[in-house]
């Protein structure tokens, strides 16, 4: 049961131009979405997140935008560079149950800037 | 100065052995986390301890066993090792009533059970 996907396992954009990571959810009790950016062999580093009562939320070339009625989000880079190649993973938390107390992650997107 | 540390970095074991991997957090958090990616490399939860307790225990199996002395450390003992429990471990910590600060996350431990 994977309450957050993110369907495209790779992306490769030239230098420069922009970076578009989507993520999809099914739980509706999800009150905040974070993207995490992971190279090999280290953790995942928070990158920026976005509460459920925004629609948007910018930190310098990244922005996340969040469409609460198609259950949707995107992370947007610009301008990618290529020490933006990494694996992001778009991750979700909030509801019932002891649920503020974890996060869901979506499988990750791999992003390959080339230069 | 690393915030969350994790050893070993890596771990090979033969199957039906006993392992810990420790984890320590300087950030004065108060939440404490283990995760698992599987080969598939999908990012799950197995346990999350608030303040030393057990909040989350996310279906794992009791050959699992977390311990959290104090809030900033939270260990994982993991018995009768098998080859399905190959796997990177990664600890993570943050401070409840914070959600979008997200967490903070070691280096991974990569275990090998052969």
């Known amino acids: 049961d994977q309450q957050v996907k993110q369907n495209s396992p790779s992306l490769s954009v030239q230098e420069g131009r922009i970076s578009i990571l989507n993520c999809d959810y099914t739980n509706s009790m999800f009150d905040y979405f974070l993207w995490y950016k992971k190279y090999p062999a280290e953790g995942p580093t928070f990158l920026i997140s976005?509460?459920?009562?925004?629609d948007k939320n910018e930190d310098g070339r990244f922005t996340v935008f969040l469409n609460k009625s198609a259950k949707h989000l995107s992370l947007h880079i610009v301008p990618s560079q290529p020490g933006d190649s990494a694996v992001y993973f778009c991750?979700?938390?909030?509801?019932?149950?002891?649920?503020?107390?974890?996060?869901?992650f979506g499988k990750g997107t791999l992003l390959t800037v080339n230069p | 100065d690393t915030a969350v540390s994790q050893t070993p970095k890596y771990l090979v074991t033969q199957m039906g052995n006993d392992k810990s991997i420790k984890c320590e957090q300087n950030?004065?958090?108060?939440?404490m986390y283990w995760y698992k990616q599987d080969s598939k490399k999908f990012l799950k939860i197995m346990f999350s301890y608030n303040n030393k307790e057990l909040i989350i225990n996310e279906t794992v199996p009791n050959r699992f066993s977390p311990k959290s002395p104090d809030k900033a450390h939270l260990n994982l003992h993991i018995n009768s090792l098998e080859l399905g429990d190959s796997a990177v471990y990664f600890c993570?910590?943050?401070?409840?009533?914070?959600?979008?600060?997200?967490?903070?996350f070691g280096s991974g431990t990569r275990l090998t059970v052969v």
């Open positions: 991750a979700a938390s909030g509801g019932a149950g002891g649920s503020n107390y974890k996060l869901t």
């Open positions: 950030l004065g958090h108060d939440t």
């Open positions: 976005i509460s459920s009562i925004k």
């Open positions: 993570a910590s943050s401070s409840t009533g914070t959600p979008n600060y997200g967490y903070t």
